[in-house]
């Protein structure tokens, strides 16, 4: 049994993390929690765009759109 810290909820978002929409760096991750729903990344584009969407459905959100600096 191995733990992967990586998808820990509360793991911060990094460089790597890119919005499935659009391929931007992502602010924001949605975690689904319906049976093998697993997480969406989101710029802060298109999570303003789907976000009440997943609020509605019950999505956990690690919101990091502070960070964004551009
Ligand atoms: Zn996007």
């Known amino acids: 049994m191995s ?3 990586a998808d820990a909820p509360t793991a911060q978002l990094t460089r790597q993390d890119r919005c499935d ?5 992502a602010y924001v991750r ?3 929690a319906t049976a093998g ?3 969406l990344l989101f710029c802060g584009h298109h999570f303003r765009a789907h976000e ?4 509605g459905a ?3 959100i690690l919101d ?4 964004i600096d551009a």
Not at 21 to 25: D, K, P, S, V, Y
Not at 64 to 67: G, I, Q, V, Y
């Open 3 to 5: 733990v992967t810290t």
């Open 37 to 39: 729903g697993g997480d």
């Open 58 to 60: 019950g999505a956990q």
């Open 52 to 55: 009440a969407k997943l609020v």
């Open 21 to 25: 929409r659009c391929g931007a760096q």
């Open 64 to 67: 990091e759109r502070h960070l």
């Open 30 to 32: 949605a975690t689904l």
